[in-house]
């Protein structure tokens, strides 16, 4: 028998030690070394507590001993121990079994039990006496375990302290359990505050990505709106007008566009503002100051180097930086200038302009994506400008030849018919002196005199025709009979037969001259592009209300790509001397037809021969 570890109420005091350590904290490290130290050395002379995980992981939480040098020789102790697959005690049993141990003496017999030299060499020089290993259970799980040593000669643990010992085990295993619990909830609190948090970021980054794509939507909509703009027209000032208009207040609460003039200088060409009275407010802010050519910053750098500028946040020390004057920084803040980019308009890529977008509201903000669509924009503007430009060229110059054409064929009218008179006075003298060789030659001088004429005359028409000049002499009159004046007088000068095949049979109300004039047209073409061919024919017909005339050649004929074009002014299939022209007289035929309300068409097959038709309405009466 040995002496008892403690007396009933003494174990009791430090079974209420123990207790109130434990339930003070969740620490669980720190509570077992305190709870060690009220086991070391009233309870045991060394005493190890250690836990085992999910994986059987083994983790000593708290070793203490009567002489703090042993500490280490314990430990060391425990490492070849739980080494050793056959072993018999300790903690490592324990957790195994779950059950509790005893040796109360360690004398000569369980000494010769470890096989192990150098365990047992260790525990001689431990000196241990008597030990306790008690499993500690919670929930009924091995949660852990807790063994008492004693290296006292005369202190041997007995059934009675085993099972206050068991006790003492239930009240540790229940706080372990408790400070595992603890920190499970902690950490399942993490958790789910991180997983809240990942929540959060994954919201933001779908909103962030829904407003961008939104945003990215908008503005395609707006290039696609502002392209429909831009094709609309070829005058470029109502065409960045309406771009001005159209980007306020889509993507901006002030737009402004400038251009350099022939002089070099800027010029604002179209301004908008969300606020309609603001507008000549942004006007006389460039007008209060022109645009320094040579600052740094801002539209004159964007015209020096030809790229973008972006300013997303403008703050108060950047306007009050930038404004030269108090009244300019008023004029400024009035306007409300909170996000800004300048872009290039390019021509032939020179920088000739920019526009300048400005939000008023810190809330919308330019960024990349922006920047990226306007200068989108600006290329497309530069695009149309150009065509603009190359237009309004091609326009002057037409403009230039149909005011030479107007003047030199007025010109060159009066003295042509003043030398047809002449001609024709000189012709009647020289047939009263029998002069026949004069005779030959001024005939051959007045049919040369005629087609000049001709040509004046259609050149006349051309002009009047585009002054909408033309006079139409209208009546009624016969028109089987025009036709047959018209072909006899062409007939005279050529080889071909020209036959006249059906005919109207009634009057016709119109100008008998100029739908005589679209005939002869007709005819002399059908004529000058059948070289080889040996008649033409003109075939007059009635259908509904209209009458329809057919001239028909056995020519060159007509390839189908020009069909529509060779009613155009000036348009000839050749433009070499192979069938000399002006390209007028078809342009001028339908023209007139057209005054009467009629049409004109042509079929043709290319190396046969073409057939151009007129109808005109039968019941016409004054238009
Ligand atoms: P021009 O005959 O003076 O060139 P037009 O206006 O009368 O001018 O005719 C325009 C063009 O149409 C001509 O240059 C010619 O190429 C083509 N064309 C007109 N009539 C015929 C025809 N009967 N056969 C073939 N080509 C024709």
Redesign the pocket.
């Known amino acids: 028998m040995g002496v008892k570890i403690a007396v009933a109420e003494e174990r009791q005091k430090i079974f209420d030690a123990i207790n109130g350590v434990l339930f003070t904290s969740f620490n669980k490290i720190l509570t077992l070394k305190k709870v060690t130290k009220l086991i070391v050395p009233r309870l045991a002379d060394y005493c190890r507590i250690a836990v085992v995980n999910d994986r059987n992981e083994i983790r000593e939480l708290a070793v203490n001993h009567t002489n703090p040098k042993h500490v280490t020789l314990v430990t060391e102790l425990y490492d070849n121990y739980k080494n050793l697959h056959k072993v018999q005690y300790g903690i490592a049993q324990i957790l195994k079994s779950g059950k509790p141990e005893i040796i109360s003496k360690i004398d000569k017999t369980v000494l010769s039990t470890i096989k192990n030299p150098k365990l047992l060499q260790i525990v001689k020089k431990v000196g241990l006496k008597s030990y306790i290993g008690i499993p500690l259970i919670a929930r009924h799980k091995v949660i852990g375990a807790i063994t008492f040593s004693s290296i006292k000669p005369d202190r041997f643990y007995e059934k009675d302290d085993l099972l206050f010992l068991k006790e003492v085990g239930k009240r540790i295993a229940l706080a372990l359990d408790n400070a595992n619990l603890y920190e499970q909830a902690i950490l399942a609190n993490k958790q789910a505050q991180i997983e809240k948090e990942r929540l959060e970021i994954v919201q933001n980054a779908v909103s962030l990505e829904t407003t961008y794509r939104k945003q990215i939507e908008h503005n395609l909509k707006f290039l696609a709106e502002a392209s429909k703009v831009l094709s609309s027209s070829l005058d470029y000032q109502t065409t960045l007008n309406s771009i001005a208009s159209l980007a306020v207040p889509k993507i901006a609460d002030w737009c402004g566009i400038d251009i350099l003039d022939e002089q070099g200088e800027l010029q604002q060409v179209a301004v908008a503002h969300k606020d309609p009275k603001k507008v000549q407010w942004a006007k006389e802010f460039r007008k209060s100051e022109p645009i320094d050519l040579t600052a740094p910053t801002g539209l004159p750098n964007v015209l020096r180097t030809g790229k973008s500028e972006i300013y997303p946040l403008i703050t108060d020390e950047m306007l009050v930086m930038s404004a030269k004057t108090p009244e300019r920084l008023q004029l400024m803040s009035s306007l409300g200038i909170a996000s800004v980019m300048i872009v290039p308009l390019f021509a032939h890529r020179k920088p000739i302009g920019g526009i300048t977008f400005v939000t008023s509201e810190t809330r919308r903000r330019y960024n990349k994506s922006d920047l990226a669509m306007a200068e989108e924009l600006a290329s497309r503007i530069s695009l149309a400008i150009e065509n603009a430009r190359l237009y309004k060229g091609s326009q002057d110059a037409i403009n230039l030849r149909d005011d030479f054409i107007s003047v030199a064929s007025h010109e060159l009218k009066t003295p042509v018919t003043s030398v047809k008179i002449f001609t024709q006075v000189l012709q009647q003298h020289a047939q009263q002196i029998g002069d026949q060789k004069a005779v030959k030659y001024l005939q051959k001088m007045d049919t040369q005199l005629n087609k000049l004429t001709d040509l004046i005359f259609n050149l006349l028409n051309i002009s009047k025709i585009q002054a909408g000049r033309m006079e139409y002499k209208e009546k009624m009159f016969d028109f089987d009979q025009m036709v047959k004046d018209v072909v006899d007088v062409l007939g005279q000068s050529v080889r071909h037969k020209l036959i006249i095949e059906g005919s109207i049979n009634q009057k016709i109300y119109g100008d008998e001259d100029r739908l005589g004039q679209v005939l002869s ?1 007709l005819v002399s ?2 004529i ?2 059948s070289p080889n061919a040996e008649k033409v024919l003109i075939k007059l017909s009635s259908l509904n209300d209209k009458i329809i005339v057919a001239v028909q ?1 056995f ?4 390839g189908v790509s020009h069909l529509d074009k ?1 009613f155009e002014r000036f ?4 433009a070499d001397k192979t ?1 000399p ?7 001028i035929s339908s023209e007139i037809v057209k005054r009467h309300n009629g049409d004109l068409w042509v079929e043709s097959d290319p190396g046969k021969g ?1 057939t ?1 038709y007129f109808s005109l309405p039968i019941s016409r009466k004054e238009k």
Request: net charge positive; hydrophobic share 40%.
């Open positions: 047209n073409n059908a000058k592009y050649d020519g060159i004929g007509i060779i348009y000839r299939i050749y069938f022209g002006l390209g007028i007289g078809l342009y073409s151009f």
